[in-house]
């Protein structure tokens, strides 16, 4: 099915564009009165991450509510936990919790690489759900965590300001740190594979935590990974984003992916000189600045757009949207993007 709006693909591909593609990192979620409608008609995250059928209704949302340039499949960067034997809930105004942790080899045993036709079907099922709905509309973006930021939740059984036991384990158990990351990798790569099989045209690995390691941990402990993850998938662009990571900068710039998604304390210019014209950069508007008015919104965005140029840029938030960001204001920054001056080709 050849894509209405290619706009995202085209910008990836390196090829000069009409215009700035736009989307936003949690863009399927509780911005949309329409999402919370779904959610509320299930037992609560996890069951609707697990029905495709809904997964996909709550992928297409945005594409029809905000005018997006691309779908991102509604799930979770904990289902691979789930899926190697370490189950998640997501309790309400707390977040994601893990009953049982890892903290020993015994743990680790007790795990497996999880298997996705298995424990993972519901994802890949969901993806070719929205293809069909979509009909070529936008593309569709596939997504996991980074085997850091996955580490440190399994490790950590929740979210954390430090992290700091997922950080002790690095030095006090690297081994199994690094037994542990293997598993993980190879759970991801398999998860990755089986999204681009059901018809991901992109798919992008968040790094949540990588801006709490120290840079000699995040390239031996998370971009040694990532590396892997991206030498495996070489069927469609992959888009890093490393939260925060900004020593490790250049090295990122170096990976085998198309994108890197930089954060809104990341200096644009630096970023681009950092990483060089070889890449598109994706990001980076503040996800505060949706809070103030339309027309602070709108000088925002052009700033933005200014700063990253006509090419190679996609544009979107530092980090996910939060959940209570009015949709106007959103549809706001959308539109400012899709108004910026035409680009000359
Ligand atoms: O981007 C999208 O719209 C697709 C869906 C998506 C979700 N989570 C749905 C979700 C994506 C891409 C994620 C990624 C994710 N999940 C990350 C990486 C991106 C980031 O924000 O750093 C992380 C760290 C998680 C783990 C996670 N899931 C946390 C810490 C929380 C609780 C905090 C929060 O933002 O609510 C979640 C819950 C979650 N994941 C929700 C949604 C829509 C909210 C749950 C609800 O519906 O109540």
Not at 38 to 53: C, I, M, N, W, Y
Not at 215 to 230: A, D, G, N, R, V
Request: aromatic share 8%; hydrophobic share 45%; glycine share 6%.
């Amino acid at each position: 099915m050849p894509l209405k709006n290619d706009l995202l693909l085209r910008t990836i591909r390196g090829e000069k564009t009409e215009r700035t593609p736009v989307w936003l990192m949690r863009q399927a979620g509780r911005i949309l009165p329409e999402y919370r409608a779904v959610r509320a008609q299930l037992s609560g995250f996890v069951e609707l991450v697990k029905t495709p059928e809904r997964a996909a209704e709550v992928t297409i949302q945005p594409v029809d509510l905000l005018g997006v340039d691309a779908a991102i499949i509604f799930s979770d960067i904990l289902v691979i936990p789930e899926a190697m034997g370490l189950p998640y809930e997501m309790v309400e105004s707390r977040g994601p919790v893990f009953p049982r942790t890892v903290s020993s080899k015994a743990d680790i045993d007790r795990l497996k690489v999880a298997d996705i036709s298995d424990d993972l079907a519901y994802t890949p099922e969901a993806i070719k759900l929205v293809k069909k709905e979509l009909d070529g509309r936008v593309p569709l973006i596939g997504f996991a965590g980074a085997p850091w930021t996955i580490f440190a939740y399994m490790i950590e059984g929740s979210g954390s300001k430090t992290f700091s036991k997922a950080r002790a384990m690095l030095y006090t158990q690297p081994d199994l740190s690094r037994q542990l990351l293997s598993m993980i990798t190879e759970s991801t790569i398999r998860y990755l594979k089986a999204q681009v099989a059901a018809g991901a045209d992109v798919v992008q690995i968040f790094d949540s935590w990588a801006g709490i390691l120290p840079p000699l941990h995040f390239e031996h402990f998370s971009l040694t990974y990532i590396q892997q993850i991206c030498e495996a998938i070489t069927e469609v662009p992959i888009t890093v984003f490393a939260k925060g990571a900004y020593a490790s900068l250049a090295q990122i710039g170096r990976l085998p992916c198309a994108t890197v998604g930089i954060d809104w304390n990341t200096e644009v210019h630096h970023a681009r000189s950092v990483v060089g014209n070889n890449k598109v950069l994706q990001g980076n508007l503040d996800p505060a600045a949706l809070y103030a008015s339309f027309g602070d919104i709108k000088q925002a965005t052009h700033q933005m757009l200014d700063a990253f140029g006509p090419q190679q840029h996609i544009a979107n938030l530092g980090h996910g949207v939060y959940p209570d960001i009015s949709p106007d204001h959103v549809r706001c920054f959308i539109d400012t993007v899709k108004e910026h001056h035409t680009k000359p080709i």
